[in-house]
């Protein structure tokens, strides 16, 4: 069964960085794109962030692109995403989600359990 | 980017009744939406991919229909365990994007 686990997430300040993790199991991981998904404090879901499963595709949301960098290291079935900049409005709960394909998108299953960042000072 | 636009944004019902949400995107995703079930500390999980395919293991009391900008999720007949928060998502083209979600709760 694939099965995903967030890590990273924190306290830090603005203008800080921090580097989120997902460990991936259950599945061959280069068979499949990743994305990050986050969801601030009592709001909806926003897409942050997609990697095809050999990588050579990246997308980030408007919000994130230029900020954010996704990488994803085959070796170690893990998903990184690097925050710098970090901004008050950054602080929301961070979940990584599989996708479908590896060189599509397709709908998102199945998600880690989130990991908590915050961004305040 | 697409905007989907759910409705209601609260749905109050009882055990037993039939639901239905709406989801409707400002251009057409073709079939390509998928409907998500969030419970509260809890990651969202799939139940309709591609308009109306259940996914694995979701209950057939869960259907989802429409193409184009508009879409429905039925519940057929509510459980205690189906009140949560819904979102749907398309995947015509990126950036992804979710409906601002409907909130089902117990009357």
């Known amino acids: 069964e694939a099965h995903l686990v967030e890590s990273g997430g924190t306290l830090v300040q603005p203008g800080g960085s921090l580097r989120l993790s997902c460990a991936a199991s259950?599945?061959?991981?280069?068979?499949?794109?990743m994305n990050w998904v986050r969801q601030a404090p009592g709001k909806g879901l926003e897409w942050v962030s997609y990697i095809s499963g050999s990588t050579t595709t990246i997308y980030y949301a408007d919000s994130v692109k230029g900020r954010f960098t996704i990488s994803r290291d085959i070796a170690k079935n893990s998903l990184y995403l690097q925050m710098n900049s970090l901004r008050v409005e950054d602080t929301a709960m961070y979940y990584c989600?599989?996708?479908?394909?590896?060189?599509?998108?397709?709908?998102?299953?199945?998600w880690g359990q989130g990991t908590l960042v915050t961004v305040s000072s | 980017e697409i905007v989907l636009t759910q409705s209601p944004v609260t749905l109050s019902l009882s055990p037993g009744e039939r639901a239905t949400l709406f989801c409707r995107a400002s251009?057409?995703?073709?079939?390509?939406l998928a409907w998500y079930q969030q419970k509260p500390g809890q990651a969202p999980r799939v139940l309709i991919y591609?308009?109306?395919n259940r996914a694995a293991g979701i209950p057939a009391r869960f259907s989802g229909s429409g193409s184009g900008t508009d879409f429905t999720l039925t519940i057929s007949s509510l459980e205690p365990e189906d009140f949560a928060v819904y979102y749907c998502?398309?995947?015509?083209?990126?950036?992804?994007?979710f409906g601002q979600g409907t909130k089902l709760e117990i009357k």
């Open positions: 251009q057409s995703v073709n079939s390509y």
């Open positions: 591609d308009g109306s």
């Open positions: 989600a599989r996708g479908q394909t590896a060189a599509g998108g397709g709908w998102f299953d199945p």
């Open positions: 998502q398309h995947r015509s083209n990126w950036p992804y994007t």
């Open positions: 259950g599945f061959t991981f280069s068979s499949y794109s």
